[in-house]
């Protein structure tokens, strides 16, 4: 954080240190290193020298006395003479000072020679001598001056004093030549000496100078750079304090060293402290409590991995109120984490912009959330409503289609209930057009291009609008131009709804004339070979449409006259939800109309070749079919209301179908398993339980079931309620109000087929602790062996007796028999289904047999019932459709 330690302000320092900062105390020292050496070398030698020199002294010295001796002697023998011929006393005074020069000399002497021996003993030799001499003169001269001596006597005395001299001059002259003999050995030895040392003296005192002179070089460049350094030091950190104090920023240099430690004048105007009393505040009282820990993690977290990093925290103000910093913290130094730069900046307004902005983005998210709980609240509003309006819409319109398919009815009757019909119609239009163009706004619908055959996609719209026509007296007719390719790839249940929607308005607007659907191909060299441009126009010769309204046609709810609504019906959302669909699909619905002459509606649009229709999967709806569809489909119709299973039931059965009623999921699940289905219809709103966990119980009960046909017949019609159906497993659906005819198409369409020829009966397995196998169907070629032996008459009877048998076999009253009469009816019917070909039956009654024969304890006869009565239902139809082409001769 920006506070971590009470540090006092201190300048800005760093000291630097060079190449030449190191090298002169080194040069300094070399010198004087080198000045010790030579000392160390040279004393001795000079000291040699000085030795040497005072033996050359010493011998000097020797010589003198030897000499003051020889000269003593003869100052005596002189001044002793003198005063024995002129008896005078001052004769004898250089005779006084002889003898006591002579004393001091031989002293000396014995002195001086000490070092050498034969010197000593000479001395003493000498010592004595001079002694002799002396006391022989001292003799002499004590003679009374009276008395003449004798000639024999003198000349005695003169011979022994004589004598004496010449014995000392020749101990001074040994002396003399071996101190001569000294002399010249010491001066040799000096003369050697003494030039070598003082040319290595010189030398030695040259290289200490020179030395001496580097260093002093240096050292005198080291404080001139220093000094130099010293100033561009100063300017920059004169520099670098001028911007920290006047950046508006917070700049602080952090340091447990306060001679390191600063802080930028910014405080004062960033946070109110003085630089000095903000540098001393300790963080529990500057940073705002929420804000610490992260603001110490920012701080102490700095390491060489992590060398900045950077946090916005609080800060208190001197007056209290909260500031906030974004602070950068960086270490100075990689290696030294006690030393950060922390830069902080005022970030409060951005901080509050960003709340600002967060509340803005909060709120939008709010909004949104609304919009889609709104959204999602309009959806499920729209299907519920759907289906509210639907499910009783059902009953007036199939009751009314039930009643109108009667004969008995009076004219008046008819016409009420035509009326009753056409008002539920009406209403059914308001309730689609509602949803279409609701579901289009939510973006809910998707155009999904499939494989169709242009022809049948006309003959199919026209159809359904024929009716109409034909009442109105209307010529309705379609043309498709040369050019037109046959199989397309479009969304041509879109592409029917437009066209139906243009239709329909054509007719509704049109008193007297034509309505005429035409479709050409326009070449256009731009797109691609595998595309064409299709053009669909609708033109009619109705009222027609005045310009000034032309526009408007388009959007929702606009009708050119609102009294037309009343003569005609609509919504005014029909062209609106066309247009969109048609936008959907890459064109635009163009209008062109003469008030009075008529009225043409077209649109082009582009779609791909195909090689062929997808017949199968989007088979066209019939529009009008009076007769039944394929005869005596097996149909299970689960559905709660009894209005609708009534009707459905009317219609299904008054086509020749089957019906079986389950009033909830469960029963559904469980007629399944007793009969078979050709097809269910179901419903999805159901108490106890739903059609679509119906659907998803049923896929689980074995690969019998996968295939059998389940469409939803349902007011539920949304996207993605279909969506959900088809997750289910279901494998289509039937809206809400259903027209008779859409009912019985969709049977056609989905029901599985029950021609004599088919194979019985798809795989199907039992519970896995009856393990009996797959039914493998019917083998036609044994059927056809034995109506070759017995011929039609006697197979056609055959087939009776084994159809009674099934009855009689296999039946509700089954329940309470025991395993052995199980086995035993199964056996029975095992052979004579094997013989008329029944071959999957044949297997499953030989299973049953031997289940109940070998583990009669571990069957369980119930299931084995159901498998049993499964089985007959299913040869049941092919059964009797063979009994029928017997009687008919065409087998
Ligand atoms: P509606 O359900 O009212 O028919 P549409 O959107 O299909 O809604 O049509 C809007 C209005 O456009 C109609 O009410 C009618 O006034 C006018 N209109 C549509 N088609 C024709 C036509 N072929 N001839 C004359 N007027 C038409």
């Known amino acids: 954080m920006l506070n971590t330690a009470r540090e006092p302000m201190t300048p800005f320092h760093k000291p630097s240190t060079t190449l030449g900062s190191k ?15 030579c000392s160390a070398l040279l004393i001795p030698l000079l000291l040699d020298v000085k030795e040497k020199r005072l033996w050359v002294q010493h011998t000097y010295e020797v010589l003198a006395e030897l000499d003051t001796i020889r000269t003593g002697i003869g100052d005596a023998e002189a001044s002793q003479r003198e005063f024995l011929v002129a008896h005078e006393d ?78 000392i001059r020749e101990t001074i002259q040994i002396m003399r030549r071996e101190e001569q003999r000294l002399l010249t050995t010491r001066s040799n030895a000096l003369e050697q000496v003494a030039p070598r040392s003082i040319a290595f003296a010189v030398g030695t005192l040259l290289l200490a100078l020179l030395a001496l002179t580097a ?3 240096l050292a005198v460049r080291e404080i001139r750079r220093r000094t130099q350094a010293e100033t561009v030091l100063q300017t920059s950190e004169r520099r670098y304090r001028l911007l920290a104090e006047n950046t508006i ?89 006690d030393l950060v730069l922390a830069v902080a900046r005022d970030v409060t307004q951005r901080k509050s912009q960003e709340e600002v902005l967060r509340a803005a983005v909060a709120d939008a998210k709010t909004a949104r959330a609304q919009a889609e709980a709104a959204s999602q609240a309009k959806t499920d509003f729209l299907a519920s ?59 809910q619908i998707e155009i999904e291009p499939r494989p169709f ?129 048609v936008q959907l699909m890459g064109g635009q619905i163009l209008v062109a109309s003469e008030v009075g002459q008529g009225s043409t509606f077209s649109f082009e649009v582009v779609l791909p070749l195909s090689e062929s229709a997808d017949q199968g999967a989007h088979r066209p709806v019939p529009a009008s079919r009076t007769g039944a569809v394929s005869q005596g489909a097996n149909v299970l119709l689960a559905e709660d209301l009894e209005i609708n299973q009534d009707i459905a039931r009317s219609i299904l059965e008054a086509a020749g179908h089957r019906v079986d009623i389950a009033a909830d999921g469960v029963r559904a699940v469980e007629a399944v398993q007793q009969r078979v289905y050709d097809l269910v219809l179901m419903d999805v709103q159901m108490p106890i339980m739903n059609g679509i966990a119906a659907t998803r119980h049923i896929r689980s009960l074995g690969t019998a079931y996968v295939d059998l046909p389940i469409v939803a017949l349902t007011a539920n019609v949304l996207p993605h309620q279909v969506q959900a159906f088809t997750e289910a497993g279901m494998n289509g659906h039937i809206g809400k109000p259903f027209k008779r005819d859409e009912l019985l198409a969709a049977v056609e369409r989905w029901a599985r087929d029950v021609p004599a020829t088919r194979e019985l009966v798809e795989g199907e397995t039992l519970p896995e602790n009856n393990s009996v196998p797959e039914e493998s169907g019917f083998n036609v070629a044994v059927f056809n062996e034995v109506l070759d032996l017995l011929g039609p008459v006697r197979t056609g009877e055959l087939l009776r007796r084994f159809d009674q048998e099934l009855d009689a076999r296999i039946g509700a009253d089954m329940k309470g028999r025991t395993p052995g009469e199980f086995a035993g009816h199964a056996h029975a019917l095992a052979s004579q289904a094997g013989f008329l070909g029944f071959v999957a039956l044949r297997e499953r009654c030989l299973a049953v047999e031997a289940i109940c024969m070998e583990e009669p304890e571990k069957a369980d006869l119930a299931v084995l019932l159901s498998g049993l009565m499964r089985q007959r239902d299913a040869v049941r139809g092919p059964l009797l459709q063979l009994e029928a082409s017997l009687v008919n001769g065409s087998p």
């Open 249 to 337: 920023d917070i700049v602080r240099l952090l340091s447990s060293d306060p001679q390191q430690a600063y802080t930028s004048p910014a405080t004062r105007t960033v946070l109110g402290y003085e630089p000095e009393e903000f540098a001393i505040l300790p963080p529990e009282e500057l940073v705002h409590p929420d804000d610490l820990a992260h603001a110490q993690v920012c701080r102490t977290g700095l390491s060489p991995e992590h060398p900045s990093r950077v946090g916005t925290h609080r800060y208190r103000h001197r007056r209290g109120h909260w500031v906030w910093l974004e602070v950068a913290y960086r270490l100075m130094e990689a290696d030294n984490a």
């Open 453 to 581: 055959a242009l022809a049948a996609l006309v003959d199919n719209s026209l159809s359904i609008v024929r009716s109409l026509a034909e009442h109105k007296n209307l010529a309705l007719s379609a043309h498709v131009g040369m050019g037109v390719p046959e199989n397309l790839v479009g969304d041509q249940d879109r592409l029917r709804q437009v066209l139906l929607n243009l239709l329909n308005n054509a007719l509704k607007f049109t008193a007297k004339g034509s309505v005429t659907l035409q479709i050409g191909h326009l070449p256009d060299a731009s797109l691609p070979a595998g595309e064409r441009r299709v053009r669909f126009s609708v033109t009619d010769t109705g009222i027609g449409i005045p310009a000034a309204k032309r526009e408007l046609l388009f959007e929702r709810f606009s009708q050119v006259d609102n009294s037309t609504s009343r003569e005609f019906g609509g919504t005014g959302l029909g062209l609106a939800i066309s247009q969109r669909l």
């Open 215 to 217: 260093a002093g070089y």
């Open 23 to 37: 090298v002169a105390p080194l040069a300094l020292a070399s010198a004087i290193l080198l000045v010790a050496a």
């Open 90 to 167: 001052e004769r004898l005074a250089p005779y006084r000072a002889a003898i006591r020069s002579l004393s001091e000399a031989t002293g000396k002497l014995s002195t001086l020679v000490s070092d050498n021996a034969a010197q000593v003993a000479r001395a003493r030799t000498l010592d004595q001598q001079v002694s002799e001499k002396l006391a022989d003169l001292s003799r002499s001269l004590q003679q009374p001056r009276s008395a003449t001596p004798l000639p024999q006597q003198g000349t005695a005395d003169a011979q022994r004093g004589a004598v004496l001299t010449r014995q």
């Open 385 to 443: 409503m759907s289906h509210e309006i639907r499910t009783p819409l059902n009953g007036i319109l199939g009751y009314t289609d039930l009643l109108l398919a009667e004969n008995q009815l009076n004219p008046g009757q008819r016409l009420r209930l035509e009326r009753i019909h056409s008002s539920g119609s009406a209403l059914l239009t308001v309730v689609n057009d509602v949803l279409d163009f609701s579901k289009i706004e939510a973006g």
